[in-house]
């Protein structure tokens, strides 16, 4: 098997081959609304603290909604919360164009689209990450699942902003959220045609949600490894994922640039996360992966020094580079570890909890990240994020030398 042929691998399964492409198209549309609501509301308000504070206020439903979903996630059947978590992300987004193309896009109005979006997406992210296992027949091509789903958002990354630049100088934030609404459509139609069995213990079924909370938290805290990669992802993309929202702050205050630039310079990010997500689904092993991530810490933290002190355009495009690739070269691997050494009858929950450090901490950092920039200057606050990213990198591979990851997949 040559290493394009591997690194598609899992498309070779007719579930994979259903989802993969209507994902591919809900997170475009996605990272177009983003890019649009961010650049919309500091429009709005002129304020790096009120943006934070928005961003904050939307990702509440993370903390409240996440963990229960987990326990729903491993009692009820996955292609049914599937169907049913593309229909809410369609209504989301028809509300949102509705509110822009009408004239009444508000301030309010965003923040409670913000939190319904938030509330579907505390539900779909560890839906999605639990439910790869039952598109590949074959587990050990998991890992191959996960790399292409960090492929898939990436290349999202990569196309969704520039699309969001040019629609936002041709048709305002309005035509960005009809492209959003359209392209969730391909998804609904993909995930109704899909077939597979998601086979529920009698224990699992018969638990009731508390307890069913209560046993994956137990699980989680009972293993060093696992607590340790949910520490590693919950701390690095709460600094570290800051930068969508800081990026329109960047663009006009640092490089005095508009939505053209903001459209390259986050693409850049995502052209450096696509290079290393490809190479990263052609592994066949999860050998190396633990010194893969510690090397993508390193590489992230300096990326952030760096962009700090720049104020061209072209610098600033390759630091975002290096940011995308190190973002994903840690964080792909630590996914990849952390599904391979779970049971099956919890990864719903594990994964939920992954996705409250994975996000959750995210919109607590968002919050401080916009308050710092305005108290400090975005450029210096780039550059302490990354002396803490730095600091934090010492300590993980330090700590991850000396640990063992046992597959349980195979």
Known sequence: MNRITAAFRSLKYRNFRLFFPGLVTTQVGIWIQNVAISWVVYEMTNSPFVMGLIT?????????????????????????????????????????????????????????????????AAIDTPLRQSTYIHLVDDKSDLSNAISLNSTCFNVARLVGPAIAGILLSLVGAGGCFAINFICIFPSVILVSMMDFEDVKSEEVKKITIIQGLKEGWEYAFSSEQILTLLSIVALFTSIALTYPMLMPIYTKDVLHS?????????????????????????????????????????????????????????????????????????????????????????????????????????????????????????????????????????????????????????
């Open 258 to 410: 508009g939505t053209q630039v903001l459209g390259y310079v986050m693409s850049s990010a995502g052209i450096g996360a696509l290079t290393i997500s490809i190479m990263l689904a052609a592994k066949t092993t999860l050998r190396g992966l633990k010194y893969i991530l510690c090397l993508g810490t390193f590489l992230l933290s300096l990326a952030f020094i760096c962009l700090g002190f720049t104020k061209n355009i072209i610098p600033a495009c390759v630091f975002m580079f290096c940011i995308g690739f190190g973002m994903t070269s840690s964080m792909t691997p630590e996914n990849m570890l952390l599904q391979s050494i779970v049971d099956d009858d919890k990864r719903g929950r594990i994964m939920s909890i992954h996705t409250i450090c994975f996000l959750g901490a995210t919109s607590l950092s968002n919050f401080m990240a916009g308050s710092i920039a305005q108290i400090i200057g975005i450029s210096n606050a780039m550059k302490l994020f990354g002396v803490i990213l730095f600091a934090a990198s010492l300590f993980y591979t330090i700590k991850l030398y000396r640990m063992q990851f046992k597959s349980k997949l195979f």
């Open 56 to 120: 904050f206020f939307n990702t509440l439903p993370l903390f409240l909604v996440t963990p229960f979903a987990g326990v729903i996630i491993d009692k009820f059947n996955r292609r049914k919360l599937l169907m049913m978590i593309q229909i809410l992300f369609a209504l989301q987004a028809f509300f949102i164009a509705l509110f822009a193309l009408s004239g009444h896009l508000r301030i309010w109005n965003i923040v409670l689209l913000g939190v319904f979006l938030n509330t579907i």
